[in-house]
RNA sequence: GCGGGGGUGGCAGAGCCUGGUCAAAUGCGCUAGCUUGAGGGGCUAGUCCCUUAGUGGGUGCGCGCGUUCGAAUCGCGUCCCCCGCACCA
């Protein structure tokens, strides 16, 4: 065999620009029946990772594996610049901010004028875009380039398309105006994301309901998050040390802490201190509880934070832990209690109400809990926690009000406490307010707050109807893997109203409100229908592309005006129609939960149904040598490295070999340096092996067509399913192994037109995975044009056989191996071999059927000692029970294949072992060893 | 906390739905022999423990309990890991 080394980098060169001249990859409407896939377009605002590929990698074989079948595929691709990111970098960039500098070093930008450049946030896109594109080129991509684009309105194009898709979603109602807590710097003004902290990663605005305790002229404000628990209220809870504040909020007069003051301010309230009042002072007084018009005795309480809250707690001891504890310790403080004129009779005077069911926590699950983990005061803070969460688990999920409750009893929890919030905020008893979970330190250094942003727009996600469509679009599109389709319902579910509009980054100006720009997440739903006309529009000048154009080429309106010219625009409806829907799209799972679903809905609101999508698939998250890749590891592999460092195809299988399914898939730097190696081996193989060889056709030709059938059938239902991994293993590990054996059964002599079949299909079914040293080889062997339009191999179900006849012979090799080396013996000269006395297939026969009835000893032995098989009792016993133990009976080939089989290879063992093979029957044979033979193990004797 | 997905041999990863043929595919790594030969090459064999003329036995698929003649596979409980939980791309 030729020795000669691959120039790799050459080949993928080569065919990397034989693929371009050939416009290989540029799809346009035809007879044929399409396939039209997509990856996300990505943010470009620094070089990708490895962990885009492995995305991007599944559309591409996926769409390489669908063109081999025969399908006009597409699969185009843009670039995502909507949102903050890029304009915050920009900035940063042009402070010269440390951290930044930072980054762009690590990217290989420190030249000064560069960097200048890089102020200005449209050169991040004119400079990312063309380096991703060329990671793809350099990949093997088989993209249709014409059709690029990126978003925002930098790009008029694009703009104008999402302009109008967001006319469509107003008028259909989806896109609608209100109120919305938001994260906020209060220093820059600007929302701030997880992403923008430094500290309260995770934490969110958290609703609490106000209630207003009547007081003289004012209101005394408390703060609760379970509002359904109004009816148990028994006292209220204020800190004796806290100097309150008495303020002017909106049109009434509410006593909070100073805190909350500042808070609610920001709120959308009017907010002016007129005075203080003493926490101290407030103990002992009264005040009405609202809607149930009871009035509650004021109590000391140090858990109550004035920075939590109004500072003011509503006691409901029977459901609180924290509320039952605080009157357990202040009867046990009579020294306390004196300080403010009350006795501990006054407490004692406080009777439980009971007003939740809360199933096994009984009637007051609060006490019950506190006693149960044995928690005996207030300052049992971490017992305390556990106790809250228990309780409140309980009684929210499984509780139900009791009569105690008036309108709401016998509801549930769950429902009653959105019922209960709802009728206190009609009647002006209550107000909501929002604080954070926890404390959010934003980039700026400044602690951030909750702001109530009053004219936002939502895509209105949790419209019923729009649900309903988005839900059946879903049970209508296949899910690669399917196991993600609850989730998906889930999340469809969950969805509320989306505020899908900003104040300030790159993006598209809502047409009808041009203060505000369109989300990122928001501006990316629809925009496949785009790369359908995307290449044509772009000869259409900007002026003349307008709703109307849309209307004509989205929505098949033949009244809409189009400005264009009726040529254009027949041809990107012809595109359109004939590209939509799209039929792939695949994203990383975390997608799910917000994208992957807007996808569905926002097309479920512009395109009629028949062109709602089709497929999604999606993917883990990659690690890197079984590591989670991050920057702290300093193990994130930049996308171009992988191409230069493995080479293309050798990357490209490794990435698709890293797993498949939802689980992570691993970057394994081993595999990718054996990959290169293993695949030379296949050009110069297939080289060697292509059209050599004999002519007529033997026993082992008839296996190795049966395993190559096996495996094209295998390999095809696992590349439908996007199951790329178990596809190549069947591909390449599999289908090589038995061509190994093959040849080794044959003494290197194929029949000639099947090697060269098994060889095609191969190389064929490699293409999708590694299209460069299959372009190379494919030619190599003197084939015509692109192994890209050959077609994907077919599957005989007739050839397949059932029972593998090799896996005998290949045990008997195995065997005399074994049985050598024991012996020691380096050379044997002779090896008997025996097929099994025929008793024993008879035995086999019976044994196998006994047992799918009945699996008593007994009653199986006794039905073979009904037979005449009797009479090999000794021997037959021990094999039954022995059996009866495994539970099952191989299935062997039978007596006379076994015979043929071993006779057949007669001479490949002699080969083999370089020594002369003697067949028989143990029935024939004097040996002692004979009688040893069983079905599927014939018996041996070496000398 | 809520929803989803997982925990298999040195590593990666099949198997689990449809219980037995599973000491558990395949690959990587490692070991040995062969290619008559020096450095990401190929082929063959081995790679849980003990034992052995090809065998038999033990341990074993996060942990515990259970169902069953029989469990990596089914049920219950429990621990752990990953993803998402929103205005962030």
Request: net charge neutral; proline share 4%.
């Amino acid at each position: 065999m030729a020795d000669a080394k691959l120039d790799i980098k050459a080949i993928e060169k080569k065919w990397q620009s034989y693929w371009k001249e050939h416009h290989t990859f540029e799809a346009n409407p035809d007879q044929r029946k399409k396939f039209f896939v997509t990856f996300p377009y990505p943010y470009i605002n620094a070089y990708q990772h490895i962990g885009h590929l492995f995305t991007l990698m599944r559309v591409e074989a996926f769409a390489k594996y669908k063109r081999l079948q025969g399908y006009n595929v597409l699969f185009p691709q843009g670039w995502h610049a909507t949102g903050s990111p890029i304009v915050q970098a920009a900035k940063r960039v042009a402070a010269r901010e440390p951290k930044q500098m930072k980054i762009m070093a690590d990217m290989g930008i420190t030249d000064e004028a560069q960097l200048k450049k890089f102020e200005e946030p449209q050169y991040w896109i004119e400079f990312f875009a063309p380096e991703y594109k060329k990671d793809y080129d350099t990949l093997g991509m088989g993209i249709d380039w014409r059709r690029e684009f990126h978003t925002t309105s930098l790009n008029p194009r694009y703009d104008a398309f999402i302009r109008w898709q967001f006319s469509k979603l107003r008028e259909k109602g989806y896109c609608i105006r209100g109120k919305f807590p938001v994260v906020w710097d209060p220093k820059e003004q600007v929302p701030v994301g997880d992403h923008d902290r430094i500290e309260g990663e995770g934490e969110t605005p958290q609703e609490f309901t106000l209630l207003k305790f009547k007081l003289g002229d004012v209101y005394l404000m408390a703060a609760t998050l379970r509002p359904e628990t109004m009816y148990g209220q028994t006292n209220l809870w204020v800190n004796p040390s806290v100097m309150y504040r008495k303020a002017a909020v909106d049109s009434e007069l509410w006593i909070v802490s100073q805190e909350c003051a500042e808070k609610l301010a920001q709120q959308n309230h009017s907010v002016k201190i007129v005075g203080e009042v003493a926490g101290r002072e407030l103990i002992g007084k009264r005040a009405l509880a609202p809607v149930v018009e009871r009035e509650i005795v004021i109590l000391p309480a140090s858990f109550c934070d004035p920075k939590k809250g109004t500072g003011i707690v509503t006691s409901v001891p029977s459901d609180a832990p924290d509320d039952w504890m605080g009157l357990v310790d202040l009867k046990n403080n009579p020294a306390e209690l004196a300080q403010y004129g009350l006795h501990p009779s006054d407490i004692e005077g406080i009777a439980i109400i009971e007003i939740i069911d809360s199933q096994e926590l009984g009637r007051r699950a609060a006490i019950k809990v506190c006693e149960d983990m044995g928690i005996t005061s207030g300052r049992e803070r971490k017992k305390l926690e556990e106790a809250k969460k228990l309780v409140y688990k309980v009684g929210f999920y499984e509780g139900t009000m009791l009569e105690s409750c008036g309108p709401y009893a016998g509801m549930k929890v769950e429902q009653a406490k959105e019922a209960i919030k709802q009728v206190l905020l009609k009647k002006g008893k209550a107000a909501l307010h929002y604080e954070l979970t926890g404390r959010v330190v934003s980039r700026s250094l400044t602690e951030c707050v909750v702001k109530i942003v009053a004219d936002q727009w939502f895509l209105d996600y949790g419209n019923p109807e729009w649900k309903s469509f988005a839900h059946k679009c879903l049970g209508n599109l296949r899910l690669y893997p399917d196991k993600a389709r609850q989730q998906f319902d889930y999340v469809i579910d969950w969805l509320r109203a989306w505020a899908c509009t900003r104040e300030s980054g790159l993006g598209t100006r809502l047409p009808w409100d041009e203060q505000w720009l369109i989300e990122s997440l928001s501006d990316s739903t629809i925009y496949m229908a785009f790369y359908t006309i995307s290449h044509i529009l772009q000869s259409v000048p900007e002026e003349q592309i307008d709703d109307a154009l849309f209307d004509y080429v989205f929505l098949k309106d033949n009244s809409a005006k189009v400005a264009c010219g009726k040529e254009n625009a027949d041809a990107m409806r012809a595109e359109f129609e004939y590209w939509y829907p799209l039929d792939f799209r695949n994203s990383g799972k975390d997608l799910i939960q917000n994208h992957l679903v807007f996808f569905i809905f926002n097309h479920t609101a512009v395109f009629p149904e028949d062109k709602w999508p089709r497929g999604i698939g999606v993917n883990g998250w990659v690690t890197v040598d079984g590591q989670k890749m991050s920057k702290s590891l300093g193990n994130m592999i930049p996308a171009r490295r992988v191409a230069a460092d493995y080479g293309a195809d050798a990357s490209r299988f490794t990435i698709l070999s890293g797993g498949e399914g939802m689980d992570d898939p691993n970057w394994d730097s081993r595999l990718a340096l054996s990959v290169q190696g293993k695949l030379e081996q296949m050009y110069l193989f297939a080289l060697d092996c292509n059209g050599r060889g004999r002519d007529g056709e033997l026993a082992i030709d008839l296996w190795m067509r049966s395993e190559l059938h096996r495996i094209i059938r295998k390999v095809t239902a696992s590349m439908e399913e996007t199951m790329f991994r178990s596809a190549l293993q069947g591909i390449f590990f599999e289908l090589t192994k038995a061509i190994r054996w093959y040849l080794r059964r044959c003494a290197g002599v194929p029949n000639k037109e099947l090697i060269s079949q098994v060889i095609e299909a191969q190389l064929i079914m490699l293409a999708p995975f590694t299209p460069h040293i299959c372009e190379e080889t494919w030619h190599a062997l003197g084939k015509k044009g692109s192994i890209l339009d050959a077609s994907w191999p077919a599957y005989v179900d007739s050839l397949i056989e059932e029972k593998d006849s090799e896996g005998f012979i290949s045990t008997v090799l195995d065997d005399i191996g074994q049985v050598l080396k024991l012996t020691k013996i380096a050379q044997p000269k002779k090896i008997m071999l025996f097929t099994s006395p025929l008793w024993k297939y008879e035995l086999f026969g019976l044994l196998r059927q006994a047992l799918q009835e009945s699996h008593s000893p007994k009653d199986i032995i006794g039905r073979v000692m009904a037979t005449k098989l009797k009479r090999h009792s000794k021997d037959a016993i021990k094999i039954v029970s022995s059996f009866i133990r495994k539970g099952n009976v191989p299935d062997t080939l039978g007596h006379e294949k076994e015979l043929e089989a071993l006779t057949q290879a007669k001479g490949f063992l002699e080969a083999e072992f370089s020594a002369q093979i003697e067949i028989a029957r143990a029935e024939d044979s004097v040996e002692e060893k004979a009688k040893l033979a069983s079905p599927g193990k014939p018996a041996m004797v070496v000398a």
